[in-house]
């Protein structure tokens, strides 16, 4: 059973969470409080010790990052709860945190909660959540810019900054990442994944199973339909379909 708290400064907000929780997933969690800003938040949690907090983002007092700065030694798992922010929602996918939009769907809950009923998931979870805030926080910052992506893996998860990554090769539901002056990292997600996330950062399909970051493009050859050259040293067959928006990208 995961022990869960809500802290959001929205009363109904708070209401439409828990009874969806007691309604429909009380055999896999139980809301042990509720709070309503940063401070009541802090005290909740030092009170209850949960598993989960389900978290809004701006609250009296400030937001639910600079809650969690506040808060040392973080040992449970986060679901942050906002109103569309598509920032907000890109760092969430970034640094590898579940987030629910308002107004609350039944499904999306479900599909978070699945993640997180593994009791071995929800404890690597926890172990982990410290560093992956300092990367949220990082990647939420006033420049706009995403930094940092975690990566989970079967070990656990590693933290790659965005521009030092070269390209990423697609094996069935795994990622290979090729990031510089490291060993590659094999990721827990397909490509499509990681194409939905990187598409707007510098990054290009170039074939069904290669994404290449264009800042490490150093050149193109005609030969063979088309070929990628990677910083790397490496090769990439360019597919046909694909040349058009690739040569488009440069010039």
Do not use: C, W
């Amino acid at each position: 059973m995961i022990r869960a708290l809500i802290i959001d400064d929205e009363r109904d907000a708070r209401f439409l969470l828990r009874n969806l929780l007691e309604q429909k997933f009380n055999k896999m969690v139980e809301v042990v409080g509720e709070a309503d800003d940063v401070d009541t938040g802090i005290t909740a949690i030092e009170e209850t010790s949960p598993d989960l907090v389900f978290l809004d983002i701006k609250m009296p007092q400030g937001t639910g990052f600079e809650m969690l700065e506040k808060i040392p030694g973080v040992d449970f798992e986060v679901i942050f709860v906002t109103a569309f922010d598509s920032y907000a929602v890109k760092a969430f996918q970034f640094s590898a945190f579940g987030y629910l939009m308002k107004p609350l769907r039944e499904s999306e809950l479900s599909d978070l909660l699945e993640k997180l009923v593994d009791k071995t998931k929800l404890e690597e979870g926890k172990s982990t959540v410290d560093r992956r805030i300092k990367v949220l926080i990082e990647n939420y910052g006033d420049d706009k810019k995403v930094h940092k992506l975690v990566l989970s893996n079967m070990e656990g998860f590693k933290v790659v900054d965005i521009e030092n990554i070269i390209r990423l090769e697609g094996d069935g539901n795994y990622t290979r990442f090729i990031v510089e002056n490291t060993r590659p990292i094999v990721a827990s997600k397909n490509l499509g994944e990681y194409e939905d996330l990187l598409i707007d950062h510098g990054f290009f399909r170039i074939h069904q199973s290669t994404i290449v970051n264009l800042r490490h493009v150093i050149g193109f050859q005609k030969a063979d339909g088309g070929q990628v050259e990677m910083s790397d040293g490496v090769t990439g067959k360019l597919s046909r379909h694909r040349k058009a928006d690739f040569m488009e990208k440069f010039f």
